[in-house]
């Protein structure tokens, strides 16, 4: 299993990225993703999933502000974050729970600038 988060970087408040993540190794059809991210002296915390048949979830602190998709051609999910906030700071990844383990990416960082 393996998976690579991009598309994270610098940017200012109010501003947007796009986090790709793409998966390779199971049969990424059949597993619900999500991302989660964490920030410097705290827990990671759950943002966004998207299961099997497309249904989404969102933690409260994103809803309205960011989007979770995935390409099922491509193997890959994306996290759209619009009018991002300093608080967004953190190192973002995402997972997948394949046979009841918890598979995770090496992370990709989003600074936002006040």
């Known amino acids: 299993v393996m998976l690579v988060e991009s598309g994270g970087g610098l940017v200012q408040a109010g501003g947007n990225l796009t986090l790709s993540c793409a998966a390779s190794?199971?049969?990424?059809?059949?597993?619900?993703m999500s991302w989660a991210r964490q920030a410097p002296g705290k827990g990671r915390e759950w943002v966004a999933g998207?299961?099997?048949?497309?249904?989404?979830r969102y933690a409260e602190s994103v809803q309205g502000r960011f989007t979770i998709s995935r390409d099922n051609n491509k193997g890959t999910v994306y996290l759209q974050m619009n009018n991002l906030k300093p608080e967004d700071t953190a190192t973002y990844y995402c997972?997948?729970?394949?046979?009841?383990?918890?598979?995770w990416g090496q992370g990709t960082q989003v600074t936002v600038s006040p």
């Open positions: 190794g199971f049969t990424f059809t059949a597993s619900g």
């Open positions: 998207i299961y099997v048949d497309e249904i989404t």
């Open positions: 997972n997948a729970v394949l046979g009841g383990f918890t598979y």
